[in-house]
Structures are given as structure tokens and as C-alpha cells.
């Protein structure tokens, strides 16, 4: 079933010359796991404000063709509106964050919808936990480490229980480890509770394991969609500038070398397994 | 990093910080009312020493000798010009007529001058008690309970959790620009000012960024959704609280009643008996 | 060559950030100081053009203490590139922006000029010359912030997480000017906790934890020891990953780069058939 669906959406910002998402149509559907990729500039962001209404509502601007979100006709529905549908996690954490306690921050949204203090209490207690920060409860959020910060961000847009959520480079100022315990997150939020979700994100090899379906953008268009396994493998990726997990690139160059290994690889383990199939039969 | 420590705001719990900012609040102007209605040295040395227990109990005696401290030059200044008025215009004490000659008139002077200055840090003094034992969020909160709009209030705790990210920001420019040879202390006055435009710059370009970031995420998390929003916290008067609601309004009875009915004898007239 | 003797240093506040570190960049090396955010990478290198001085122990910049030179005069020799862009660039023009440094150090007019075309054409901004930095976009006000310290053409080249926030294309750009820098025997430190970054362009790595350096050689060695990566929050290349899976085929374990693997991957099969 489809939770976004676009058809023709192009965006221009108030002053700009040239649109910024051009005829963008594309169906994403509920419970999907979306990796939004493609070089700096090339309308992933803008793209993901659309799904939240921020454009055109806050940005303003010119929008033309048609956007659902979640059965809501974006252009017709304001940003708190949608908000109880889509939730958007940005980059920095250090910005989204602006309360003085980790639960103040939690609460913001269902603060804003009027929520009883009773059911609010609960249900930020419930996000600190799914987001696995129950103990930072009470703590400045700017005593955090980015990684504690990101969780924090996630839990404030998941406090509203949204069907979608959309993390834009949610790891970007993370260290390795950091940033897959929040893909780890992110997934189990997806697989438990059936959030769609759409991950803007450079780094593939740590985050393309998780997706079903990846959507590449180039120049505000929407260049290639499909399985990861078709994405990764295919040429246009390589030349758009995609960011090719190692394990998806080992069997390229093992292919050009006359080695074709069963299936494409698109993480370490399927890898491993493939070559260890190919090893034991030499 | 190390300059801007000094602004960073700590959560701390005592009874004191505890305490509901509301009736700190009217502890506070209650004292402040107080040292406006008394003029002698004996009386305000008393309402002195009323919050110095606060203070000790929260824990805060550095921070409060620091703001005292800044307070200082003022308090010399006001020292000062109540001595100098004084001897010029003796008429303005009480008890004096005549041009200030004797030593005793000398003694009620400066006595006068130093009650004057007393009351500059009984008010400072109070007012620090207050901010140092009352976290920024209470205080949003205290605001909003009591009818400030929403918007001024959360401006204030965004100010305030945004300060130390803003320092760190600042330094780390600094550093940019001095990787890049920039020396601030070179120059004469009018260039040393000039050197500080490629630190102000980027500042205030990063500062409109991250508060267009954050207007996004605002919006983003449904602000104005609902005209009249709830609040996750909420400020209940405790029995602590209702105590210190008698203890400033007993305070208040007695100042009023000693300024009407008790003349507070001065230090001079105590000592010379 | 800089060396490093037995340095601790502690921020105002007392957090000790360095605990003890020996180390000596010989001339034309490329190092990777890799670890944990909070770690002391970034404190670390801070030392190198003395923007922070050793609370204790000594650094040493082409054998001259940085104690007791200035950050403008080390500068010349070391220079440091930030991690956001947006914390430096102040002018109104991307040629300007440039030239700051060169007229903080004092430069002829004309060799300022040359300077300034040089290092635009070296980071492919040429065509910007006369655009304000702040209408560029992230990647090339990236390189623009690069150009305005390779412009005085500096010995020691520091940059501090040069692909956050790059997209893969210009990560590669960014790789592979880095290396060019090197082959030009620079000496190039970079900060980092981009492991693949590190496993393609392998060069020495030095890991840090807790304010001491962990352990010291070629990336290929310490990319590949999964126990000493996870002590410093750092995940093993993914090559590594898939090579360390297959250890019981007999392959080596140190591999990190794609085209090594695929190198040792065909000599193994090819071997057998």
C-alpha cells in the first residue's frame, strides 16, 4: 500500500531560477525501508521537506503536481497537520535539540498537540526506551555525545507516533560506532513497529544492509529506483556517483575478472558467504 | 572552550534550588521592598544577613561572593557619591543641620554613606541568591505559569541552552582565524576592533543558519498546532514552598510595622549611649 | 618534523584531555589519528600550530618549542585546516577570502596576486574568484576554505574530519588531492574516524583513546585488528570484514583495500583451477 506518493512534483524556492525537484514521481509504500542517495545538491533534501510539508508551508515557493502523504494532500494540510504522520530527524543535532532536559525535548511535539500530562509522561517514557535512553531522562541535552543527541532527535519525532519518518545524514558527525548503533535503532523502529522509512545517507556500506529499496537522485530528478541489489550493481549508480558498498564493489571487479560470484553482495556477509561458495568449490 | 565555562548553567538539586521560583521570587521582593523602606545601617545590616542561610544551604557561596565581587565598583561608586552629597548638603541627613565639622557628625555621615551602600548589596545579593539557585527551565516555567505568553518563554530557555553551544562556536572560529594568522592584540585600537570582523562574521552567519535549523525542526514537531499547548513539567507549591510564603509575609508585617511605630536607633547614637 | 615529548594537557576546567603522548611526523609522512569523538584527537593536533600550549611536556615544530613561538608564526610552517568550512570563510569574495592569510603574514602585493591564482586553480575554484564564499555550495566552499591555507603553501598540512559531510564523489576529489599533497612530500595529518577513507588511502595510523594513543603503524595493520578497533569505537573496513570472515580459507587477514582484495581473491583462485 502506498504511504507517499508523487506525481510530477517540481519545487522552486522563492527566488531561485531553476527548480529544484523536477518532475519527481515515485510511490513509496508502507513499511518500506527507502535509502534516499545521490551527489550534494541534488534535491534529496528538498525532497524530504516536501514530505513534511515544510516546503512549500514554511519555505513558500512554487509547487506543481501532486503529493500524498499517509492520504493527505500536502498542499492542502499544514506542517503540524502532517506532523502527526511524518516525523523528520536532520542532520545536526546539535539544532534540533532546544530544550534544557532530554524529556522536555521528547515532550515538545505532544506539548503541541495539547496532549494531557498524564499520557504525555507515558508515552515520552516509551520513545526514551525504544530509543534506548531511558537513563538520560533528565540530563542537558548538550552535555550529550552526538551519537546520545541523534537518539535524543529520533525519540522527540517518534514520541508522536508517526507512520514515517524521515532521518536526513542522520550519522554524518558520527564515529563508526556511533552511528550503527542509530541505524540499529532506526531498523528496529522499521521492523517492530512498521514505521516506514526514508534514510538520506552517503555512507552505504554501513546503512545499505537495512533498506528494501533504494531511490538515487541526480540534478532534482529521480535517476534510478529499485532493490539495492539492482541499484548497487547497476552502471548509472557507478556514474551518478554513488557510493557503492565494498562488498557490492569486490564483485564487480571480480566479474570484469572473469569470477562472477552467484548473487550481488550488498554487505560483508553475503559476501563472505558468496566467495566462500566460490572458494570451496576451486 | 575554557573562557566560556563560566556560562554553562548546571542542574543542581537542595532545598533551596527546589524551591518553587514563584515564591523565591516573592521572597526576593519582599526583601527588595524592605531595603527601600529602611535607610539605617542596623536594619539593613539584618536584611544582609536574612538570605546568607539560603546561600549556604545551596551551596553556592563561591558563585555569590563572584557576583558581589563584580558588584564591587559599583558599590564604591554609590559609597562615594552618598559621602560627597553628604558633606556638601548635610541637610539631607537627619540630625544635621549645620556644616559637617565634628567627628560625631563626621560618624553619622559616613555611617549614612555606608548604610546607603548596604542597601546597593543587600539588593544584589538577593537578586544573586535568586538566579543562582533557580535553573533556567524552572524559571521558563515559572514564567509561563504565570501567564507570561509561550512564545517569550521559550525564546528565553532556547537562549539559554544555546549559550554555551554559541561560546564553543566562537572559540572554534577564533582558532580558524588564528590558524590563518589573524592576531587580535595587534594594531592600535581602531585595528584591533577591525580584527575581530572575521570572527563576528561567520558567527552571526552560523547563528542565523542554526536558528533557521531549529525553526525547521520546530515546525517540524507540530509547533502551533494547538492554541493553548500542555506542559510536560508543572509547579506545585510543597510545604517548603508554603513556608517560605509565611516566613516573607511575617517579614513583611514586622519591616512595616517597625518603620511605622519602632524608631531603629543608629550605630552612633548605640555606641555614644 | 614535529615531535611530541611526553604531553599532557588539561583544559581550564580540568578535563584532561591529553594523558602522556609521545610521538615524532617525520618530513613527508601522511598519519591518520583516528578514535573515539572526545578522544584527544582534535586536542591533539591543536598543539601542532600551537593554538593549545602543553599543560606539561613539550611540542616541537621543526625542533623550536611551540611555547615559545605564536600561533602566527607557527602557521606558516603548519597549517590547519577546520572541519566546517562555515567557521572561516568571512569575505566578500572568494579571492579575498584567500588572500586574508597571506596579508596576515605580511606578503608583497604581488606575490599575494600569485599566490591566490595559484591556489584557485589548485583547488578547481577558479571560476569563483569573484563570488562571495557564502553562495557556494558545501563542497566548494569546502575547497575554498582548503585553498586560503594551501595558499602560502604551508610544509605541515593538518585537517581536521576532511569528509564529513561530503558526498562520495567529492570524498574521492578530496582523496586524492590529499594524496597528491603527500607525493609532493608534504607532511599531511589528518582527523579522522572515516575508516574507509583511512583503508584507501593507507597511511600511517595512530590510534587514540581516553587521551593516550592507543597504538601506533600502517593502516593495514590496525585496520585489520578488530579488538583494538572496537576499544576506539571504529569498525574494521568493510573489505576487512568480509577478508576476516574467510581466515579459515588460509587468505590474509590484512587486507583493506578493494583492489589488493581483489588481487590476492584471483591469485588464489586462479592458482587452484
Known amino acids: ?122 508515552r515520552v517514557e516509551w520513545a526514551l526506551k525504544m530509543a534506548g535512553i531511558s537513563e538520560l531522562a533528565e540530563r542537558p541535552p548538550h552535555e550529550l555525545s552526538g551519537g546520545q543527541q541523534q537518539r535524543v532527535a529520533i525519540a522527540s519525532v517518534l514520541a508522536m507516533q508517526p507512520d514515517i519518518m524521515i532521518l536526513d545524514e542522520p550519522t554524518s558527525f558520527l564515529d563508526p560506532l556511533g552511528a550503527e548503533k542509530i541505524f540499529e535503532v532506526i531498523n528496529d523502529l522499521n521492523k517492530k513497529l512498521g514505521i516506514t522509512t526514508i534514510l538520506v545517507e552517503h555512507r552505504l556500506d554501513l546503512a545499505a544492509k537495512y533498506a528494501n529499496h533504494v531511490i538515487v537522485m541526480d540534478n532534482g530528478k529521480v535517476a534510478l529506483t529499485g532493490s539495492p541489489r539492482e541499484i548497487f550493481s547497476s552502471e548509472e549508480a557507478r556514474l551518478i556517483g554513488v557510493g557503492i558498498p565494498k562488498a557490492t564493489k569486490l564483485y564487480q571487479h571480480l566479474k570484469k575478472n572473469g569470477v562472477e560470484l552467484k548473487s550481488v553482495p550488498v554487505t560483508t556477509e553475503e559476501a563472505a558467504n558468496l566467495l566462500r561458495e566460490v572458494l570451496k568449490n576451486a | ?272 549611649l | ?78 597549517g590547519f585546516v577546520f572541519q566546517n568550512p562555515d567557521h572561516q570563510l568571512f569575505s566578500e569574495s572568494v579571492e579575498e577570502e584567500i588572500a586574508f592569510a597571506l596579508k596576515n603574514f605580511g606578503f608583497e602585493e604581488t606575490v599575494i596576486e600569485k599566490q591566490v591564482t595559484w591556489a584557485l586553480n589548485l583547488l578547481d575554484v577558479l571560476e569563483y574568484r569573484k563570488t562571495s564564499p557564502f553562495m557556494l555550495s558545501g563542497g566548494e566552499r569546502k575547497r575554498v576554505a582548503l585553498a586560503s591555507i594551501l595558499a602560502w603553501d604551508p610544509n605541515v598540512i593538518i585537517l581536521d574530519e576532511p569528509t564529513i559531510g561530503q558526498d562520495h564523489q567529492q570524498k574521492e576529489k578530496l582523496q586524492q588531492f590529499i594524496l597528491q599533497l603527500n607525493a609532493q612530500k608534504k607532511t599531511v595529518v589528518v582527523v579522522t574516524h572515516d575508516v574507509e577513507f583511512v583503508a584507501e588511502c593507507n597511511p600511517r595510523v595512530i590510534l587514540m583513546r581516553q587521551g593516550k594513543v592507543l597504538v601506533d603503524g600502517k593502516a593495514e595493520k590496525i585496520l585489520t585488528d578488530p579488538e583494538l578497533l572496537l576499544q576506539a569505537s571504529i569498525v574494521p573496513p568493510q573489505i576487512t570484514q568480509i577478508f576476516l570472515e574467510l581466515a579459515d580459507f588460509g587468505l590474509p587477514t590484512d587486507v583493506i583495500d578493494v583492489h589488493v582484495a581483489t588481487k590476492v581473491l584471483l591469485n588464489r583462485l586462479r592458482g587452484q583451477s
Not at chain 1, 90 to 111: R, T, Y
Request: proline share 4%.
Open chain 1, 1 to 122: 500500500m502506498a504511504v507517499i506518493k508523487t506525481n510530477d512534483l517540481t519545487y522552486t524556492y522563492p527566488g531561485a531560477t531553476k527548480p529544484s525537484i523536477e518532475k519527481v514521481s515515485l510511490t513509496i509504500n508502507k513499511g518500506d525501508f527507502v535509502i534516499l542517495t545521490g551527489p550534494s545538491g541534488c534535491g534529496k533534501t528538498t525532497l524530504c521537506r516536501c514530505f513534511n510539508g515544510l516546503v512549500p508551508h514554511f519555505y513558500n515557493g512554487k509547487l506543481e503536481g501532486t503529493l500524498t502523504v499517509a492520504g493527505l494532500d500536502v498542499a492542502e494540510h499544514q506542517i503540524y497537520e502532517l506532523a502527526r504522520h511524518v516525523g523528520l530527524v536532520f542532520q545536526n543535532p546539535e539544532n534540533q535539540l532546544f530544550a534544557l532536559s532530554v524529556e522536555k525535548d521528547v515532550a515538545f511535539g505532544l506539548e503541541n498537540f495539547a496532549m494531557p500530562r498524564e499520557e504525555m509522561r507515558k
Open chain 2, 1 to 272: 572552550m575554557s573562557v566560556f565555562e563560566g556560562f554553562k548553567f548546571r542542574k543542581v538539586s537542595s532545598v533551596v534550588h527546589n524551591l518553587d521560583p514563584r515564591v523565591k521570587f516573592f521572597f526576593v521582593l519582599v526583601l527588595f521592598v524592605m531595603a527601600v523602606l529602611f535607610t539605617n545601617f542596623l536594619a539593613l545590616l539584618v536584611l544582609f544577613l536574612v538570605p546568607l542561610p539560603f546561600v549556604f544551604v545551596a551551596k553556592v557561596n563561591r558563585q555569590w561572593l563572584r557576583s558581589l565581587r563584580g558588584a564591587a565598583l559599583l558599590a564604591i561608586f554609590i559609597f562615594a557619591t552618598n559621602f560627597i552629597f553628604g558633606y556638601f548638603y548635610p541637610t539631607s541627613l537627619s540630625g544635621i543641620t549645620q556644616p559637617v565639622d565634628t567627628l560625631f557628625e563626621y560618624v553619622v555621615l559616613l555611617e549614612r554613606s555606608v548604610a546607603m551602600t548596604l542597601r546597593f548589596v543587600v539588593l544584589i545579593s538577593s537578586f544573586s541568591v535568586f538566579f543562582l539557585t533557580t535553573s533556567p527551565d524552572h524559571l521558563g516555567l515559572a514564567l509561563q505559569q504565570s501567564h507570561v505568553p509561550y512564545e517569550f518563554c521559550f525564546a528565553f530557555t532556547t537562549a539559554v541552552r544555546f549559550v554555551p553551544v554559541l561560546a564553543d562556536e566562537a572559540q572554534t572560529i577564533m582558532d580558524a582565524q588564528k590558524a590563518r594568522g589573524l592576531e587580535l592584540e595587534r594594531g592600535n585600537l581602531f585595528k584591533r576592533v577591525r580584527n575581530y570582523i572575521p570572527i563576528l562574521i561567520p558567527l552571526i552567519v552560523n547563528a542565523i543558519r542554526r536558528s533557521l535549523e531549529l525553526a525547521e525542526s520546530m515546525e517540524s514537531r507540530a509547533w502551533g498546532a494547538s492554541k493553548k499547548r500542555t506542559n510536560l513539567y508543572e509547579l506545585k507549591l510543597k510545604r517548603a514552598d508554603y513556608v517560605l510564603v509565611v516566613i516573607s509575609v511575617l517579614m513583611l508585617i514586622c519591616a512595616v510595622y517597625v518603620w511605622l511605630f519602632v524608631p531603629v536607633p543608629s550605630l552612633t547614637t548605640l555606641l555614644s
Open chain 3, 1 to 78: 618534523m614535529l615531535e611530541v615529548k611526553d604531553l599532557f594537557y588539561a583544559y581550564p576546567t580540568g578535563l584532561e584531555a591529553l594523558k602522556g603522548i609521545n610521538l615524532t611526523v617525520d618530513d613527508g609522512e601522511f598519519l591518520a589519528v583516528m578514535g573515539q569523538n572526545g578522544a584527544g584527537k582534535t586536542t591533539l593536533v591543536k598543539h601542532f600550530n600551537g593554538l593549545l600550549k602543553p599543560t606539561s611536556g613539550e611540542v616541537l615544530v621543526d625542533g623550536v618549542s611551540t611555547r615559545d613561538v605564536s600561533v602566527a608564526k607557527l602557521a606558516r610552517t603548519v
